[in-house]
């Protein structure tokens, strides 16, 4: 079966920096579009970004500007690097696959991904 594994996550002080990974195994990555949830306490699960297989890539506008999502097929891995970290960008951080067909689905939709997984934790301190 396909598995995504994040790893990356920790605490930072706001301003601060990190990058996290989220590997996976069991599928043809390179078929796959990569997308980027958090789930703040209390809050929904929230679209961040997603990567397409040829690498470009769309986010939210809470984080344009501050997060960069790339890829390395060769290595089936994607990067979601995270810069001025701001205390609200605390939550975990979800790595989620799609078969892409080529047509149309709504990225920004958890229920449109077939596999995730099991979140890393990301604090951001004041």
């Known amino acids: 079966q396909v598995q995504l594994v994040e790893s990356g996550g920790g605490l930072v002080q706001a301003g601060g920096a990190l990058r996290l990974s989220c590997a996976v195994s069991g599928g043809a990555f390179s078929r796959y579009a990569m997308g980027w949830f958090r789930q703040a306490p209390g809050k929904e699960r929230e679209f961040a970004g997603i990567i397409w297989s040829g690498g470009s890539a769309s986010y939210a506008d809470s984080v344009k500007g501050r997060f960069t999502i790339s890829r390395d097929n060769a290595k089936n891995t994607v990067y979601l690097q995270m810069n001025s970290l701001k205390p609200e960008d605390t939550a975990v951080y979800y790595c989620?696959?799609?078969?892409?067909?080529?047509?149309?689905?709504?990225?920004?939709?958890?229920?449109?991904?077939?596999?995730w997984g099991q979140g890393t934790q990301v604090t951001v301190s004041s």
């Open positions: 989620a696959a799609k078969y892409y067909s080529g047509r149309y689905f709504a990225s920004s939709h958890r229920y449109e991904y077939d596999y």
